[in-house]
């Protein structure tokens, strides 16, 4: 299977049920951004000997199903591919789960978290960047009608579940959390735990 295409010079990819173009919902393929960066926290978590490794395995699939949903426009697909490309709820509720659980083991949130808290935990925080991007352009295509809600719904718990796990993370390591104080020069940020 090639790898590149002539069309990938111009910029252009294919959608299911759809001609070659450049559009909102290539824009939205921030999963895969999610999906990268992920990989590469996933690696950083490993040397550490994080339980959670697992679940961001299962995560890298679900994005993988998101990919599929979105490069499947609802309004000019053929009823096959919207069958095999919708998103269901299943993901989404194992997220808020995972949530509850870290959640629940760390210190109560009463300031703003700056990234930080060691290499596992900034990595999350960095994926967690990607894809609060990804949310905001997929957002769009949930308005037109053009992809299912559950994965603007499943990047936003997404997020969440990173910001959380960043933060486990930092505390199963003993690394400190700087968290947000207003720009003053005299003052060097204060650290937590």
């Known amino acids: ?5 002539p069309g990938g010079r111009l910029g252009l990819r294919g959608c299911l049920g759809a001609r070659r173009l450049l559009c909102l919902r290539f824009q939205s393929r921030g999963p895969q951004g999610v999906e990268d960066g992920e990989r590469f926290a996933m690696e950083l978590i490993a040397e550490k000997g994080h339980p959670f490794a697992e679940e961001l395995q299962k995560i890298q699939c679900s994005l993988q199903d998101i990919g599929a949903a979105l490069a499947t426009p609802r309004s000019s697909a053929r009823e096959a591919h919207l069958k095999h ?3 269901e709820v299943g993901p989404i509720l194992e997220l808020e789960q995972w949530i509850d659980r870290y959640s629940s083991q ?6 703003f978290i700056l990234p ?3 290499k596992s935990s900034s990595a999350l925080h960095f994926c967690r960047a990607v894809c609060r991007r990804a949310e905001r352009r997929v957002v769009p ?13 499943f990047l936003n718990r997404l997020s969440d579940y990173l910001f959380t796990l960043a933060r486990y993370a930092a505390m199963k390591e003993g690394n400190p959390e700087k968290i947000y104080k207003k720009n003053d020069p005299s003052v060097q940020p204060e650290v937590l735990g």
């Open 1 to 5: 299977m090639a790898i590149w295409g």
């Open 85 to 87: 490309t919708t998103f």
């Open 106 to 111: 760390l210190p109560p949130l009463t300031a």
């Open 116 to 118: 930080s808290g060691g």
């Open 141 to 153: 295509l949930v308005q037109t009608g053009e992809t299912d809600v559950n994965v603007a719904k």
